[in-house]
């Protein structure tokens, strides 16, 4: 099973806030909450990540539910280049291994002039 | 720096033959991962490794091979190529010392096989 849900496609004015919704609902207490982006099938960018606080950077916002089940990013002032495929995405950290990252199958952010 | 660079580009195999894909990435990251992308799908993680001479599964290691003899190499075989592995391949690299984690992706190899 997925362990990132995300609507397959949005459209946003530009200049308005992008708000890219992604549902975890099965997510750990120790697994961290990323957002990439991928313009034109390039190698994927990284955004921002959380675990249960919110965060925000230059780029973005992410909001993270109390209970962890499902977050928001947001692009608080869409821009043309900001068109591009959005990525929720989980990162598990095993015992012995590493980190694992499981990508949702992505949400393709189109910005209208 | 040139950052992750992946080679070949593109690559067209037919059934059953094999081949290496190299990822190289110069800033001397630790961990380095492959992945595959299909169309319309996000990225799904094949192997990976913590270190030199290191090697994990991932979601999807089937028909696959890696190793890590050198830390700023990952190289991805494939034995005996399948129509089933025609897809984009992303090389990804991450330093230890980063508290983010943040991944930094080749520009993928696209793979086709016929």
């Known amino acids: 099973d997925a362990k990132t849900t995300q609507p397959p496609s949005m459209d946003c004015a530009e200049g308005r806030a992008a708000n890219l919704p992604c549902n975890h609902s099965?997510?750990?207490?120790?697994?961290?909450v990323y957002w990439y982006r991928q313009i034109h099938s390039q190698g994927p960018q990284y955004i921002i990540h959380?675990?249960?606080n919110n965060e925000t950077n230059e780029m973005a916002s992410l909001i993270i539910t109390e209970d962890r089940k499902s977050s928001t990013l947001i692009l608080p002032h869409a821009t043309l280049r900001d068109t591009a495929v959005y990525y929720c995405?989980?990162?598990?950290?095993?015992?012995?291994?590493?980190?694992?990252?499981?990508f949702g199958t992505g949400t393709s952010l189109t910005v209208i002039p | 720096n040139a950052g992750v660079t992946q080679t070949p580009k593109f690559r067209v195999l037919k059934t059953g033959q094999s081949m290496t894909l190299l990822c190289a990435q110069d800033?001397?990251?630790?961990?380095m991962y492959w992945y595959r992308q299909d169309p319309g799908m996000g990225l799904r993680l094949i192997h990976y490794?913590?270190?030199?001479?290191?090697?994990a599964k991932g979601e999807v290691p089937d028909g696959y091979n890696v190793s890590r003899l050198k830390k700023q190499n990952f190289l991805l075989g494939l034995e005996s190529a399948a129509p089933s592995q025609t897809s984009v391949y992303f090389c990804?690299?991450?330093?230890?010392?980063?508290?983010?984690?943040?991944?930094?992706f080749g520009p993928g190899t696209r793979l086709t096989v016929t």
């Open positions: 099965t997510i750990s207490g120790n697994e961290y």
């Open positions: 800033m001397n990251h630790e961990y």
């Open positions: 959380g675990l249960k």
């Open positions: 490794s913590v270190g030199e001479g290191t090697t």
């Open positions: 990804a690299s991450i330093s230890a010392a980063s508290g983010s984690y943040e991944q930094y």
């Open positions: 995405i989980v990162r598990t950290q095993l015992l012995n291994t590493g980190n694992q990252f499981y």
